[in-house]
């Protein structure tokens, strides 16, 4: 809805600043959250796991030592693996989570249009010179 008075404009933007408070206060709330997501993965049959946060980085490397057997190739290709699948685990976990606040978070109205914008300073502008009347300057 297009505000149609001056005192529809203050309301229609006291409700937008709210609303874009709440969203702000949402945004913090999952950064938060992201910080505390955890991702694992495994390779080599579980001789290789990985833990990584909701940014990707790697907070935990575990190579059982049976997996020392592998060969330094192999085992460096299952560590990528194992890595890869934590950090990919990690990333599922926070596109749920922004799926969830999206669906939570109420949408902030279509933005107003510069004809819109421009329609409602004349407006006032025209509001202002009435009630000033022969004070408005050049008069």
């Known amino acids: 809805m297009r505000p149609s008075s001056i005192e529809e404009d203050r309301d229609y933007l006291d409700r937008l600043l709210t609303q874009a408070e709440t969203m702000m206060r949402s945004l913090a709330g999952a950064r938060a959250r992201i910080g505390r997501i955890t ?6 049959g ?3 796991s990985a833990v990584a946060d909701g940014h990707g980085r790697v907070r935990e ?3 059982d030592p049976r997996g020392m057997r592998l060969g330094a ?3 460096g290709r299952e560590v990528g693996e ?3 699948a934590a950090q990919r685990d990690a990333e599922r976990q926070v596109h749920d989570l922004m799926a969830e606040i999206d669906a939570q978070t109420p949408r902030l109205p279509e933005a107003l249009g ?3 914008v421009q329609e409602r300073v004349e407006q006032v502008s025209r509001e202002i010179e009435a009630r000033m009347g022969s ?3 050049g008069q």
């Open 73 to 75: 190739e192999a085992l």
């Open 39 to 44: 991702g694992t993965g495994q390779a080599a």
């Open 61 to 63: 490397l575990v190579v």
């Open 114 to 116: 510069a004809d819109f």
């Open 135 to 137: 004070a408005w300057p």
């Open 82 to 84: 194992a890595l890869r």
């Open 46 to 48: 579980g001789l290789v």
